[in-house]
């Protein structure tokens, strides 16, 4: 046997160790019984995860970037045709023009651009990430507040915290225990295409920091009596915190102060 890979600490690498908690991360990538016709791997390491991936997968492309894991990874899936190594940094790769899904073990250090490459492309269909569990619980409001980001997509992607994995499911232990994100793409978006230019100058508008009242921030460009009716359409207090607007409470405020 070969001497085992030293952890690059600049590739940020954690690698998911626990069987289950691997198991969990493809069950919600792709439910047992179903077959996904196109799968991009973030990461995909010394292939715990692909290996759960690939018989669920019609088209599996397992991104690794570590050039020290791939000739390990090509081996083993040797005999899967479905599956290919593919020795580049996923983020440097174009999205695929077909619907198709994206599921990792993700680097901590690099999830936020990551998660920008999956929104910015427009045929994903859904993401499974593993993240640090604090980026997961902001990103999906599960400290009763939302992100500028969050908000900014809601209209066509719903966010969820999935899951939550301990932090000696991993090897090297990190100093954080993960959460498992799941961004899907709706099937039908909560706004018109036309009204999104609109729908970001408003949010932008709300986050743009009046003591983090978006009462305060939102007359800086709307009249008091058309706020004062977006916030009773929304059933807001004109004292709330920006960060504790809901999505919908943030699609009625559009509704009634969209042009």
């Known amino acids: 046997m070969g001497r085992p890979t030293r952890v690059s600490r600049a590739l940020s690498q954690n690698?998911?160790?626990?069987?289950?908690?691997?198991?969990?991360?493809?069950?919600?990538?792709?439910?047992?019984?179903q077959q996904n016709p196109l799968m991009l791997e973030v990461g995909a390491g010394k292939g715990?995860?692909?290996e759960l991936l690939a018989p669920r997968c019609r088209d599996l492309r397992a991104y690794e970037i570590d050039p020290r894991l791939v000739p390990a990874l090509r081996?083993?899936?040797?005999?899967?045709?479905?599956?290919?190594?593919?020795?580049?940094?996923?983020?440097?790769?174009?999205?695929?023009?077909?619907?198709?899904?994206?599921?990792?073990?993700?680097?901590?250090?690099?999830?936020?651009?990551?998660?920008?490459?999956?929104?910015?492309?427009?045929?994903?269909?859904?993401?499974?990430?593993?993240?640090?569990?604090?980026?997961a619980?902001?990103?999906?409001?599960?400290?009763?507040?939302?992100?500028?980001?969050?908000i900014l997509t809601w209209p066509r992607h719903e966010w969820r915290l999935a899951g939550r994995v301990g932090r000696d499911s991993f090897r090297p232990v990190p100093r954080v225990d993960a959460g498992i994100v799941r961004i899907e793409r709706r099937r039908t978006a909560l706004l018109v295409d036309g009204a999104y230019e609109s729908w970001r100058r408003l949010v932008t508008l709300g986050f743009s920091g009046v003591g983090g009242s978006l009462y305060a921030s939102l007359r800086?460009?709307?009249?008091?009596?058309?706020?004062?009716?977006?916030?009773?359409?929304?059933?807001?207090?004109?004292?709330?915190?920006?960060?504790?607007?809901?999505?919908?409470?943030?699609?009625r405020l559009h509704e009634v102060l969209a042009p």
């Not at 998911?16 to 019984?33: I, K, S």
């Not at 081996?75 to 599956?83: D, E, G, I, T, Y």
């Not at 190594?85 to 936020?112: H, I, K, M, Q, Y």
């Not at 619980?137 to 969050?150: A, E, F, H, N, V």
């Open 15 to 33: 690698f998911l160790t626990d069987r289950a908690a691997t198991a969990r991360l493809a069950e919600l990538a792709v439910p047992r019984h």
């Open 48 to 50: 715990a995860l692909t």
């Open 75 to 135: 081996a083993r899936f040797a005999r899967a045709p479905q599956v290919r190594v593919v020795a580049e940094d996923f983020l440097t790769a174009r999205p695929p023009r077909t619907p198709f899904s994206v599921a990792g073990n993700v680097p901590f250090s690099r999830t936020a651009a990551i998660v920008d490459w999956c929104l910015r492309a427009p045929a994903l269909t859904d993401a499974t990430l593993l993240t640090q569990l604090e980026y």
């Open 137 to 150: 619980r902001k990103r999906t409001g599960d400290y009763g507040s939302w992100t500028r980001l969050t």
């Open 220 to 251: 800086r460009a709307h009249p008091r009596r058309r706020v004062d009716a977006a916030f009773r359409a929304a059933r807001l207090d004109t004292k709330a915190l920006v960060g504790e607007v809901t999505p919908a409470a943030w699609l």
